[in-house]
């Protein structure tokens, strides 16, 4: 079981950033970060590995976040710019063994932290 602590959510103005983090209690394959919003599903944010193509995003993020990693740190970043009204949810990271963008790959989960985009 990997322990899984993100940090780094709040409330900011439209077209405000914000840098999410997640540490994990141990090294895996892929992590990848989720938003949920009340009332519907979890849906795949970004997600990056190891792997010859190591990033992969939703399309409405493209352009504006960037998932990064520091492995030493067992730590991954998630940079929100140009945030949207839309764009808040409650931020979660995962981690598994495949990179997607499907919930249903990552098996370790955190507690979330929440962005609120005011417009």
């Known amino acids: 079981q990997v322990q899984l602590v993100e940090a780094g959510g709040g409330s900011v103005q439209a077209g405000g950033s914000l840098r999410l983090s997640c540490t994990a209690s141990?090294?895996?394959?892929?992590m990848g970060w989720f938003w949920q919003a009340p009332g519907k599903e979890r849906e795949g944010v970004a997600a990056?590995?190891?792997?010859?193509?190591?990033?992969v995003y939703a399309d409405s993020v493209k352009g504006r976040f960037t998932i990064s990693q520091d492995r030493a740190k067992n730590t991954v970043y998630l940079q929100l710019n140009n945030l949207r009204p839309e764009d808040t949810a409650m931020y979660l990271c995962?981690?598994?063994?495949?990179?997607?963008?499907?919930?249903?790959?990552?098996?370790?989960w955190g507690q979330g932290t929440q962005v609120t985009v005011r417009s």
């Open positions: 995962a981690a598994g063994r495949r990179r997607t963008l499907a919930p249903s790959d990552y098996p370790n």
């Open positions: 990056i590995s190891d792997s010859i193509i190591p990033t």
């Open positions: 141990t090294f895996s394959f892929s």
